[in-house]
């Protein structure tokens, strides 16, 4: 089982750009399909983007489509997820997980509950 760590959150003005990283240890990494999450105060956990194990399939909650992407290198065992164009409403802390069906080379769950692995978070903050 993978163990997931989360790093790359701060604090940013609208319009900002951020480029959040997942990184593995332990496990095989690219087993594993591996989704962003984010979490805002009083709300629950939504999907944000998730990629295919080989890096060939990705999908994108809509409110972040054409700001946001999702990229691996399986090499270095780590998942980026690049924040452009940032809004107050992106604010929340952003988690990392792997999916629970390994060895897919298209699937990409948007239900939180195909995931283990939960890393810890990051915070990310957009506000003026």
């Known amino acids: 089982q993978l163990q997931l760590a989360e790093s790359g959150g701060g604090l940013v003005q609208p319009g900002g750009s951020l480029r959040l990283s997942c990184a593995a240890s332990?496990?095989?990494?690219?087993?594993?399909?591996i989704s962003w999450f984010r979490q805002a105060p009083g709300k629950e956990r939504e999907f944000v983007a998730g990629?295919?194990?080989?890096?060939?399939?990705?999908d994108y909650i809509d409110s972040v489509k054409g700001r946001f992407t999702i990229s691996r290198d399986n090499d270095k065992r780590t998942v980026y997820l690049q924040m452009n164009s940032l809004k107050p409403e992106d604010t929340a802390v952003y988690y990392c997980?792997?999916?629970?069906?390994?060895?897919?080379?298209?699937?990409?769950?948007?239900?939180?509950?195909?995931?283990?692995?939960w890393g810890q978070g990051t915070l990310v903050t957009v506000s003026s």
């Open positions: 997980a792997a999916d629970r069906k390994i060895l897919s080379d298209t699937r990409i769950a948007a239900d939180s509950r195909e995931y283990e692995s």
């Open positions: 332990r496990g095989t990494f690219s087993y594993y399909g």
């Open positions: 990629i295919s194990r080989n890096g060939r399939s990705s």
